[in-house]
Nanobody, 119 residues
Framework: QVQLVESGGGLVQAGGSLRLSCAVS????MGWFRQAPGKEREFVAT????????HYRDSLKGRFTISRDNAKNTVYLQMNSLKPEDTAVYYC????????????????WGQGTQVTVSS
């Protein structure tokens, strides 16, 4: 049973930063997604199992950074220059596939962590 546990969400002012963490039981390609109220879940970023190949949602490049520490079985999402439109529940997900950007390509999901950015 693959387990994913997100942490690090919270309330932050616009322009601030947060770092999300996702503890995962195993070595997988990992992704971050987010879902705002009334909207569909959308892709944020993904990182390969090894060698740290990454892929980002175009609109988030330069503000968000995905990384991982395999020794700690943890994946991170560093979010800078946060905007109110970044407010959402953020989910980490795991897959055996290669850097997919679609939620349907991920097999395992965490419970989500709320990020709220105030203006």
């Amino acid at each position: 049973q693959v387990q994913l546990v997100e942490s690090g969400g919270g309330l932050v002012q616009a322009g601030g930063s947060l770092r999300l963490s996702c503890a995962v039981s195993g070595l997988y390609t990992m992704g971050w997604f987010r879902q705002a109220p009334g909207k569909e879940r959308e892709f944020v970023a993904t990182i390969s199992r090894v060698n740290d190949y990454t892929h980002y949602r175009d609109s988030l490049k330069g503000r968000f950074t995905i990384s991982r520490d395999n020794a700690k079985n943890t994946v991170y999402l560093q979010m800078n220059s946060l905007k109110p439109e970044d407010t959402a529940v953020y989910y980490c997900a795991a897959t055996d596939r290669r850097l997919p950007g679609q939620a349907s390509m991920y097999d395992y999901w965490g419970q989500g962590t709320q990020v709220t950015v105030s203006s």
